[in-house]
């Protein structure tokens, strides 16, 4: 049977089976977001007495600082380099910052996503590029948008078990220069004649070649199991969830706006700069353009032509990059007279459907997080969730504070609540900061670490989606002062 038949779509069935589609938007309206009232610097939170979230005999981790270089729009500054390049420079960062002895370093993670086939372990080639010594294991890991977060998850866990006590977790995407293949007859073609041991045969393979053979395979860009774009998957997901145009626009405009105000008053600490070879120093991230409503109208829709409602406006844009923290055991930390910034506390992956909920991991795995933990969303203090999309954000935002979502959908008794704006990624996200695939959840972990030092907050969370309808939540705490 024809896969498309087989797989039920769950938004579909419900409203089928609803009194009128018109109840499926009233259910999830939202009053647009006011860009005025969100621009608003927030006022700092009061540094709570919360108890902490240690475990008995159960090692503490932390981190004790985290770097990146710039953000770039991808074919700008380094589309030259290839991704160990950037790796490297984010690793070199990070020894700069944290004068972290190489030696003292026991294990290496990285992720990524779009791998280069010279350098497929990047944290490996990336490692020995730094100076870390070649005794230094290091592996890569690929995990769509939350690849870094994987790695991360996996120092944690290295180090509460007692195999490590020192793990360097990063990430890094170049799409400036993506892996083009060739067909697969013009593979298989080249493969049979660096086989064949004769003349003939190879004039024999060579009088089946075709002109077409000659046309090149791209990476994909859509969900093996569905066929379908993220973007096209995320336009249906803002329609089905009632989401205008100009609320997208108005939460892209937020962005943006936020992260220029956060990038002029210095608070973007863990931008490191990066003398590109043959090129300047590159010090800031360069896709932070604040716009107008009006300019950001007058774009059609990049996917669902003509009426949709995702653009270029109002989704993250194709970004190279790199990060890199420092992730210790608390008293390897002290030790080494590391004051650390946050303790990594709980954390949980989940699964969805790929076809309907692509996008809404961070709904489905923050109340699971915040069970684990023990905490609810009045606990938390700040929030850095991965901007995908606007729609992406504002449906998990719907979902997130509906009972009638939680109970139709996620099987429990009521919903979870939906962050408050004036806590949720006030220094900008990665529609405006950048989305460099492998390495935005280095990035998510250090802005939550950094906000809540300067705003006196304890608890912070973490919530990204990913391909193939995958999602992670990780709770982060401050470390006290």
């Known amino acids: 049977m024809n896969q498309d038949l087989r797989m039920t779509s ?168 993506i892996p083009i293949r060739h067909s697969r007859r013009m593979r298989k073609m080249m493969l049979d004649l660096s086989k064949a041991k004769t003349l003939g045969q190879r004039l024999s393979l060579i009088s089946k070649f075709r002109l077409n053979f000659l046309s090149p395979e791209l990476p994909a860009v859509a969900e093996f199991s569905t066929n379908e774009t993220m973007g096209h998957s995320a336009d249906r997901l803002a329609a089905a969830f009632a989401i205008s145009r100009l609320e997208q ?49 007058k774009l059609k829709p990049a996917f669902i032509k003509p009426y949709g409602t995702v653009t270029a406006a109002n989704s993250s844009f194709l970004t190279d990059g790199a990060s890199a923290v420092l992730i210790l055991a608390e008293e390897k930390a002290l030790a080494m007279g590391y004051k650390p910034k946050a303790y990594l506390r709980d954390f949980m992956y989940v699964s969805q459907d790929p076809k309907d909920q692509l996008l809404l991991g961070p709904t489905y795995a923050t109340p699971k997080v915040l069970e684990k933990a023990g905490l609810t969303m009045n606990d938390i203090d700040a929030f850095e969730f991965h901007e995908a999309f606007s729609g992406q954000i504002l449906a998990n935002l719907k979902a997130m504070d509906s009972d009638w979502f939680a109970q139709n959908y996620m099987g429990r008794k009521a919903k979870v609540g939906s962050p408050p704006l004036e806590k949720f990624n006030i220094w900008g996200g990665s529609l405006s900061l950048g989305h460099p695939f492998g390495a935005t959840g280095c990035r998510l972990v250090m802005a939550t670490a950094n906000r809540l030092q300067k705003e006196g907050g304890q608890y912070g969370l973490v919530a990204a989606c990913a391909a193939g309808g995958q999602g992670h939540a990780m709770i982060v705490e401050a470390y006290p002062k």
Request: net charge neutral.
């Open 10 to 177: 769950l938004l579909t069935y419900t409203l089928k089976n609803l009194p009128s589609t018109s109840q499926w938007a009233l259910r999830f309206s939202m009053r647009p977001l006011s860009c005025s009232s969100q621009l608003q610097a927030a006022t700092a939170v009061q540094t709570k007495s919360k108890q902490t979230l240690a475990k008995p005999n159960i090692r503490n981790v932390v981190v004790v600082d985290g770097v990146r270089i710039p953000f770039l729009l991808s074919g700008t500054s380094y589309k030259d380099l290839m991704p160990h390049d950037l790796a490297r420079a984010a690793l070199s960062g990070l020894l700069h910052r944290t004068s972290v002895p190489k030696d003292v370093v026991d294990y290496i993670i990285f992720g990524t996503v779009i791998q280069e086939v010279k350098t497929s372990n990047v944290a490996r080639e990336a490692a020995l590029g730094a100076g870390f010594s070649d005794k230094t294991p290091a592996h890569t890991v690929t995990m769509a948008c939350i690849s870094s977060n994987q790695a991360m998850t996996t120092a944690v866990s290295l180090i509460a078990s007692g195999q490590c006590d020192v793990v360097v977790a990063g990430g890094v995407e170049l799409m400036s220069d």
């Open 249 to 297: 626009d108005e939460y892209a405009l937020r962005s943006h706006s936020l992260a220029r105000k956060a990038q002029d008053e210095g608070l973007l600490s863990d931008v490191v700069p990066f003398k590109v070879p043959g090129k300047d120093t590159v010090t800031q991230d360069n896709g932070i353009r604040p716009s107008s409503l009006e300019q950001m109208a």
